[in-house]
T-cell receptor, first 115, second 114 residues
Framework: DTAVSQTPKYLVTQMGNDKSIKCEQN?????MYWYKQDSKKFLKIMFS???????INETVPNRFSPKSPDKAHLNLHINSLELGDSAVYFC??????????????FGSGTRLTVV | DAKTTQPPSMDCAEGRAANLPCNHS???????VYWYRQIHSQGPQYIIH???NNETNEMASLIITEDRKSSTLILPHATLRDTAVYYC???????????????FGKGTHLIIQP
């Protein structure tokens, strides 16, 4: 079983469209995240979310919105896609209890290409 | 979270030990050192973390200097599959513990040569 799974793996879409990327984790973690990795390979956090708080990186445009139907899912919805949104998006999760050896678990990424 | 400095790239021969250094001179007493790696086109993968003592698991060993201002990740017998970007991250909490994520730097691109 894949611990953190993202769909789709690849997404090609036109400018101006609205799209969603889905993320599911089966680890029982309380907190989930979205990261963006641009063409220069820098990994930057976009959002972190648990059932109590949503923290948004202030540099993220409000066209991006996380939606969490339940604790195991954090989807990323993007409105009015722009060329600069092309990147690889990674979902991740982590426990909030400090158990030894536990770190963040990442999904395999969604490569978004806006044309 | 304290800032870290890593060399941009390193080479290592297959079968030899790969030693990846990380400087974190501004680390505070309750900050942990984490190591992650990202193999091409995959999501980052947790390797190991530590506070003060040296740590070892099935993937690697982590050596932290006594003053905690630097650390070294050791892959004891590097294989071609260890070619990846390795990130050294310093943060307050040893795992999730609050919705504030990880801050990734540029990391070290480790290339294992056959």
């Amino acid at each position: 079983d894949t611990a953190v799974s993202q769909t789709p793996k690849y997404l090609v879409t036109q400018m101006g469209n609205d799209k969603s990327i889905k993320c599911e984790q089966n680890l029982g973690h309380d907190t989930m995240y979205w990261y963006k990795q641009d063409s220069k390979k820098f990994l930057k956090i976009m959002f972190s979310y648990n059932n109590k708080e949503l923290i948004i990186n202030e540099t993220v445009p409000n066209r991006f919105s996380p939606k969490s139907p339940d604790k195991a899912h954090l989807n990323l919805h993007i409105n009015s896609l722009e060329l600069g949104d092309s990147a690889v998006y990674f979902c991740a999760s982590s426990p909030t209890t400090t158990r030894r050896g536990y770190g963040y678990t990442f999904g395999s990424g969604t490569r978004l290409t806006v044309v | 979270d304290a800032k870290t400095t890593q060399p941009p790239s390193m080479d290592c021969a297959e079968g030899r030990a790969a030693n990846l250094p990380c400087n974190h001179s501004t680390i505070s007493g309750n900050e942990y050192v984490y190591w992650y790696r990202q193999i091409h086109s995959q999501g980052p993968q947790y390797i190991i973390h530590g506070l003060k003592n040296n740590e070892t698991n099935e993937m690697a060993s982590l050596i932290i200097t006594e003053d905690r201002k630097s650390s070294t990740l050791i892959l004891p017998h590097a294989t071609l599959r260890d070619t990846a970007v390795y990130y050294c991250i310093v943060r307050l909490r040893p795992s999730g513990g609050g919705a504030d994520g990880l801050t990734f730097g540029k990391g070290t691109h480790l290339i294992i040569q056959p």
